[in-house]
């Protein structure tokens, strides 16, 4: 099983910024698509960005251009996933995931949804003010 755990949320002001992190101890992500996804109470786990097996990029129209997705691969050949979040808004103030599939996601190519991913990690807040 693939273990994810994500990193580097916080408190921030609207119109800063964050980097969060996403580790999976022991894998490297080789065979795997990634996302992130984030998610409020009460409200549907949506996806923030994805990158899929041959490192396509797509994000969701609402952080388009102020959000970062990257894929960097270390001195192990284990990599970390990062997203990195500028120009901030309130409504940005989620829980944020780091999800894995192994090969393509579930209705690949279509944008994901919750169903489409099948690891997760624990999450780590958001929050603007």
């Known amino acids: 099983d693939v273990q994810l755990v994500e990193s580097g949320g916080g408190s921030v002001q609207a119109g800063g910024s964050l980097r969060l992190s996403c580790e999976a101890p022991?894998?490297?992500?080789?065979?795997?698509?990634m996302a992130w996804f984030r998610q409020t109470s009460g409200r549907e786990r949506e996806a923030v960005g994805t990158i899929d097996l041959a490192g396509t990029i797509t994000y969701a129209d609402s952080v388009k251009g102020r959000f970062t997705i990257t894929l960097s691969k270390g001195n192990d050949a284990r990599r970390t996933l990062y997203l990195e979040m500028n120009n901030l808004k309130p409504e940005d103030s989620r829980m944020y995931y780091c999800?894995?599939?192994?090969?393509?996601?579930?209705?690949?190519?279509?944008?994901?949804?919750?169903?489409?991913?099948?690891?997760w990690g624990q999450g780590t807040q958001v929050t603007v003010s």
């Open positions: 022991g894998h490297t992500y080789s065979d795997y698509s």
């Open positions: 999800a894995a599939e192994p090969g393509v996601w579930v209705g690949y190519p279509a944008f994901p949804s919750r169903l489409s991913f099948g690891y």
